[in-house]
């Protein structure tokens, strides 16, 4: 077998391991090199050996620290072998200072505990107001950040009060402060938008935004909240809990508050708008209004009066030939009904000598068969009536 025979086999049997193929392994950072091609070179060591490491350009690329000789380390990779020295190392993928990955798992963990209570949900989130009276702000009551907000706040929008809360931002105690901070403007009720926040820092730095008491004390705020935590790559689980997140306090101060320029130039491009459009229906009311004034019924209305009246006569003069033509068509029909009416009733067939018998008991007689002899009887002539005997 050759020397790299050897050396590949070894690789080989190396890579078959699972064990191998994904771990993390914790150490100090010695003879630490950056190379022109952005991959890194390095060892990682304890009290009992040495590791060679290497990171590569990629994955050197997602990293958010520099990495320096004797900082403590959990790097995460592969354990291969290379050949041309026949030294095994590990190829690292990911990396992070020590103690931050315990961090991380305690972050993820109560992430997920909080989006499943739905502390998260958009339909949770409250609408910033567009102007705001005073701007709560809780904060460190010293440094860039306060300073920053102050700064912004009041060159951007005069009208609003800045009320500060002195918070302690990092450390034991933070968590508990920045809460009291949020829960004060709640019960004093004497803002209408709180910022919450700090400057930039490590995870360890900006660990009391991701505390469980200021997630809810941010979600249970009746005041909308804009979380300003750090710088806009930092993260924090306030930022996910708030009605607003800013990628830093000055960003957040701007987003607090209008632009007095802006609302300025709005104002005056609507003073404008409304001049114009008030001139052009001025203007069309002013036409309208000569339009009118030179019809014939401004200028001459009795005129139109007489006209009119003319008009009514010929109405008149319709209704009444109408009226005429209708009762002529009435009479006429009424002579007709009465002929046939005459021609029908039984006082004509009288007239012309008939009569009508009737019994004693009122029964018109139309047979013989009816009476007998000694019975009285009435007949009915056109101009009375006769009482009789049947004889």
């Known amino acids: 077998m050759t020397v790299g025979q050897l050396n590949l086999f070894i690789k080989d049997i190396l890579g078959q391991i699972p064990l191998l193929s994904s771990i993390k392994i914790r150490g100090e950072i010695s003879n630490f090199k950056s190379h022109s091609s952005g991959h890194l070179y390095m060892s990682l060591k304890d009290e009992t050996g040495t590791l060679r490491a290497v990171m590569f350009r990629n994955a050197a690329f997602g990293l958010d620290f520099k990495p320096e000789n004797g900082m403590q380390v959990v790097a995460e990779g592969r354990v291969g072998v290379y050949e041309r020295d026949g030294q095994y190392q590990l190829y690292i993928n990911s990396m992070m200072p020590d103690g931050k990955g315990n961090l ?26 567009r102007y705001p009276k005073c701007v709560g702000v809780v904060t460190a009551p010293t440094g860039a950040a306060v300073r920053d907000i102050i700064n912004i ?85 306030a930022d996910f809990v708030a009605d607003l997140r800013a990628p830093t306090p000055s960003a957040a101060a701007e987003l607090a508050v209008p632009s007095a320029e802006e609302l300025f130039d ?15 229906i001025l203007e069309n009311r002013r036409l309208l209004l000569k339009m009118y004034a030179d019809k014939q019924v401004i200028r001459d209305p009795i005129s139109k009066i007489n006209e009119k009246g003319i008009y009514l006569d010929h109405l008149t003069k319709l209704f009444e030939n109408s009226l005429k033509s209708v009762l002529g068509e009435k009479q006429q029909l009424l002579g007709i009904s009465m002929s046939k009416l005459d021609t029908l009733s039984p006082l004509g067939t009288l007239s ?40």
């Not at 008939?354 to 101009?383: C, E, H, L, P, W």
């Open 104 to 129: 991380h798992e305690q972050f993820e963990k109560l992430k997920a505990k909080l989006r499943a209570e739905g502390l998260f949900d958009a339909s949770t989130k409250k609408e910033i107001p």
């Open 266 to 280: 709005k104002f005056q491009s609507a003073k404008t708008r409304i001049k114009v459009a008030t001139n052009k």
């Open 153 to 237: 706040l009041s060159r951007r929008y005069k009208a609003a009060d800045i009320c500060l809360y002195p918070a302690l931002v990092q450390g034991d105690g933070a968590a508990k402060s920045i809460s009291d901070g949020i829960k004060y403007f709640n019960n004093a009720k004497n803002c209408d938008v709180i910022i919450v926040g700090r400057g930039g820092g490590s995870i360890e730095d900006l660990w009391a935004f991701n505390e469980e008491v200021v997630a809810r004390a941010i979600f249970e705020s009746e005041i909308p909240v804009i979380s300003a935590v750090g710088h806009e790559t930092d993260f924090t689980i």
């Open 352 to 391: 012309r000598g008939y009569a009508v018998a009737k019994s004693f008991d009122g029964a018109i007689v139309k047979s013989t068969n009816q009476v007998k002899a000694g019975d009285s009887m009435t007949v009915r002539v056109s101009d009375g009536e006769i009482n009789t005997i049947v004889k």
